[in-house]
T-cell receptor
Framework: KAGVTQTPRYLIKTRGQQVTLSCSPI?????VSWYQQTPGQGLQFLFE???????NKGNFPGRFSGRQFSNSRSEMNVSTLELGDSALYLC?????????FGQGTRLTVV | AQTVTQSQPEMSVQEAETVTLSCTYD???????LFWYKQPPSRQMILVIR??????QNATENRFSVNFQKAAKSFSLKISDSQLGDAAMYFC??????????????FGRGTQLTVWP
């Protein structure tokens, strides 16, 4: 069974640009969650999607958005990038208790 | 509000020795799950062990075991016979049990474990 796939692995963007990150969950998993990881704030929850519906949302500004497709693949979008958005973005796939994580997308905003 | 606290930012252990990582959490829920995740330099989070709150028996997975004290809201991880490959950041995490729907994960700030040869 293939694991959770996040693309791209690394990304460099300029302030003010927008970015889209992708996550393909494990086959059969309907829940996809996104987390932002930074040295200063640790792991912060962004949002969770289940069967194409956003079920839970963290405390992030509206510049952060996401969606989930019928095949459970998920994308998150960050508009008007700020330097503080530089982080590792982790996606987690879940169907039962255990969450499986991808390798993350390292976003650098310059 | 659910919070997870790891009071040890860094720990170190000699190879083959035993080390215990601490975690406390706060919740008003009665049904939930607790996890320890490991994040090596590759950055991929790997589940080490999990504990269901309704189970009194402490979970074990080979060299990894937990001490779950529900009344004290404490969930420590013991690593026995430490190996160089155990060096990583360890995160304690909590997830409420919402029945058919799964709650989000709440993470602690992590404990960086160094293993000395």
């Amino acid at each position: 069974k293939a694991g959770v796939t996040q693309t791209p692995r690394y990304l460099i963007k300029t302030r003010g640009q927008q970015v889209t990150l992708s996550c393909s969950p494990i086959s059969g998993h309907r829940s996809v969650s996104w987390y932002q990881q930074t040295p200063g704030q640790g792991l912060q929850f962004l949002f969770e999607y289940f069967s194409e519906t956003q079920r839970n949302k963290g405390n992030f500004p509206g510049r952060f958005s996401g969606r989930q497709f019928s095949n459970s693949r998920s994308e998150m979008n960050v508009s008007t990038l700020e330097l503080g958005d530089s982080a590792l973005y982790l996606c987690a796939s879940r169907e039962t208790v255990e969450a499986f994580f991808g390798q993350g997308t390292r976003l650098t905003v310059v | 509000a659910q919070t997870v606290t790891q009071s040890q930012p860094e720990m170190s252990v000699q190879e083959a020795e035993t080390v215990t990582l601490s975690c406390t959490y706060d919740t008003s829920e009665s049904d939930y799950y607790l996890f320890w995740y490991k994040q090596p330099p590759s950055r991929q989070m790997i589940l080490v062990i999990r504990q269901e709150a309704y189970k009194q028996q402490n979970a074990t997975e080979n060299r990894f075991s937990v001490n779950f004290q529900k009344a004290a809201k404490s969930f420590s991880l013991k690593i026995s016979d430490s190996q160089l490959g155990d060096a990583a950041m360890y995160f304690c995490a909590y997830s409420p049990d919402r029945g058919s729907t799964l709650g989000r994960l709440y993470f602690g700030r992590g404990t960086q474990l160094t293993v000395w040869p």
